[in-house]
């Protein structure tokens, strides 16, 4: 069975910093695009980071370019999002993906982010 298990959301102050972790099992990361999108109230979905396949060619939205790095880690089966410089419109809850088609798949419940001081 597909597991997402997405971790390391909290309470942080702006300027500060953040790294989310999503854990799978059911499959391996190897062989599917990943990325991590968020939802925050009152506004639409957001794609925020996309890692291609090959874990050559990352996407970022322009809101998080330059402050949130995605990373994988095949060993453990875990896609990081590493979030610096955290602003209060960062706050949302965050979801991880994988995709084979062109569309997102989660199954995971997702980790809250909220900045604020």
């Known amino acids: 069975q597909v597991q997402f298990v997405e971790s390391g959301g909290g309470l942080v102050q702006p300027g500060g910093s953040l790294r989310l972790a999503c854990t799978a099992s059911g499959f391996t990361y190897t062989t599917y695009a990943v990325g991590w999108f968020r939802q925050a109230p009152g506004k639409e979905q957001e794609l925020v980071a996309a890692?291609?396949?090959?874990?050559?060619?990352?996407i970022y939205a322009e809101s998080v370019k330059g402050r949130f790095f995605a990373s994988q880690d095949n060993v453990n089966n875990t896609v990081y999002l590493q979030m610096n410089n955290l602003k209060p419109e960062d706050t949302a809850v965050y979801y991880c993906?994988?995709?084979?088609?062109?569309?997102?798949?989660?199954w995971g419940q997702g980790t809250r982010v909220t900045v604020s001081s």
């Open positions: 993906y994988i995709s084979w088609d062109g569309t997102l798949h989660s």
């Open positions: 890692v291609s396949s090959t874990g050559i060619a990352t």
